[in-house]
């Protein structure tokens, strides 16, 4: 079953712009991921943010965390065409299997020229 | 390329006849994990091994389905009677035990039941 949801399902915007994606989720986590898939393809890890994080930046990528909320961002400064895929998070639980991953519904990304 | 892959990328089968999938993990990872996809849904885990010890199985791995890792190294999912809710792309991935980095996963294989 799936963990939670992302929002939005689906996001379109031009090139140069931010997107920004959110995701919720249900129990307590140890950690929270997020994945870029290409269409038909498997998927690639971006960013990892612990329990204890708040913020965590990777190159053009900015995660927040509040398990408060039990919610996390994506946000993806000044987009490319690249950056077209479906981007999903996954949380690893606190508790029970190890790094065993639950995902979400997923955001796909559209960036235009 | 030393990366996770899988064999074969597309499956065609008829309904009720058995398939085997292989993937062989990045060769120093001694996890390995196995998920599910279908059209427009997040990956849903299956099955995950240590070394060649199988940790958990969900409850979406029905008696139809069991996977193996011989020797802890490469991996084989066999789904048995196949019916058409079995369609979708089944995903595997692995990762180093005591590293927080996330797991890396390979192309997938798709599956279609006929």
């Known amino acids: 079953s799936q963990q939670g949801e992302e929002d939005p399902q689906a996001l379109s915007i031009q090139e140069g712009e931010n997107a920004t994606m959110n995701c919720s989720y249900k129990?307590?986590?140890?950690?929270l991921q997020w994945y870029r898939q290409n269409s038909g393809r498997g998927l690639v890890h971006l960013i990892l943010i612990r329990s204890n994080e708040r913020e965590k930046h990777s190159g053009r990528l900015r995660v927040t965390l509040d398990t408060s909320k039990k919610s996390s961002s994506l946000l993806i400064t000044a987009s490319r065409a690249a950056d077209t895929a479906s981007y999903f998070c996954a949380t690893v639980p606190n508790t029970g299997t190890a790094s065993k991953l639950t995902f979400g519904t997923g955001t796909r990304l559209q960036v235009t020229l | 390329d030393t990366g996770v892959s899988q064999d074969p990328r597309h499956k065609i089968t008829k309904r009720g006849q058995n398939v085997t999938f292989r993937c062989d993990p990045i060769s120093e990872h001694n996890r390995l994990y196995w998920y599910r996809q279908t059209l427009g849904q997040g990956p849903e885990f299956l099955t995950y091994?240590?070394?060649?010890?199988?940790?958990?199985k969900s409850r979406l791995l029905s008696d139809r389905f069991s996977a193996e890792r011989p020797k802890g190294s490469f991996s084989t999912l066999e789904i048995q009677r196949t019916e058409q809710g079995d369609s979708a792309m089944y995903l595997c991935?692995?990762?180093?035990?005591?590293?927080?980095?996330?797991?890396?996963f390979g192309p997938g294989t798709r599956l279609t039941v006929t």
């Open positions: 991935a692995s990762s180093l035990a005591g590293r927080s980095v996330g797991e890396y």
């Open positions: 091994f240590q070394n060649e010890a199988q940790l958990e």
């Open positions: 129990t307590s986590i140890n950690n």
